[in-house]
């Protein structure tokens, strides 16, 4: 079975910190993203990447960033958290048209 | 913004067959559907997809319209375990290319 582990499943950070939030899969997948999920707004995709050192915006990318060193981790970056940051996210992978597989989420707060 | 639009929520009975509608009606001909669920403080998951033929695997059943424009994804024996937010997402197969996914379907199945 697919695994994506995410490091962290509940965080909580100060206002105008940096967070990093880490994704691990062990599939060998080429893509991986994040989403946000947000009560009554589904999931939200902020970053993803289909390559190492291949990053493309979502539809919300505004206010993070991404990193993808190795194949198997994609990191996201929250260069100075807000409160309107606090939320669930949930890093996923895939193979071309393979369906997605998902980590359980990790919750951030930002207090 | 989403391709499909699904019903806010669903009730079935425990044993019976949730049927879960989704519309698609812009839906491109390389474009797939696909399925997936979410249960409480977890990642979605993976239920089934399809191009234009109907499906079906241990999890249910997926029917697809011919002219393609809508879907029914088909729990033949609702458990208790079944009750979760599903999705339904188009996508096509092109190489990198993003999930998008809406608010979903709660299906509740009541004992």
């Known amino acids: 079975d697919v695994k994506v582990t995410q490091s962290s499943r509940y965080l909580v950070k100060r206002t105008g910190e940096k967070v990093f939030l880490e994704c691990v899969q062990d599939m060998d997948h080429e893509n991986m993203f994040w989403y946000r999920q947000d009560p009554g707004l589904g999931l939200r995709l902020i970053y993803f990447?289909?390559?190492?050192?291949?990053?493309e915006k979502g539809d919300i990318p505004e206010g993070y960033s991404v990193s993808r060193e190795k194949k198997e981790r994609f990191s996201l970056i929250l260069e100075s958290a807000s409160t309107n940051q606090t939320s669930m996210y949930l890093c996923?992978?895939?193979?071309?048209?393979?369906?997605?597989?998902f980590g359980n989420g990790t919750r951030l707060t930002v207090t | 913004d989403a391709k499909t639009t699904q019903p806010t929520s669903m009730d079935c009975a425990e044993g019976r067959a949730a049927n879960l509608p989704c519309n698609h009606s812009t839906i491109s001909g390389n474009e797939y559907v696909y399925w997936y669920r979410q249960i409480h403080s977890q990642g979605p998951q993976y239920i089934i997809h399809?191009?234009?033929n109907n499906e079906t695997n241990e999890m249910a059943s997926l029917i697809i319209t011919e002219d393609r424009k809508s879907s029914t994804l088909i729990l033949p024996h609702a458990t208790l375990r079944d009750t979760a937010v599903y999705y339904c997402?188009?996508?096509?197969?092109?190489?990198?290319?993003?999930?998008?996914f809406g608010p979903g379907t709660r299906l509740s199945v009541l004992p």
């Open positions: 997402i188009v996508r096509g197969d092109n190489y990198g290319q993003n999930f998008v």
């Open positions: 996923a992978s895939s193979f071309g048209a393979i369906p997605l597989h």
């Open positions: 990447s289909y390559d190492v050192k291949m990053k």
């Open positions: 399809g191009l234009k």
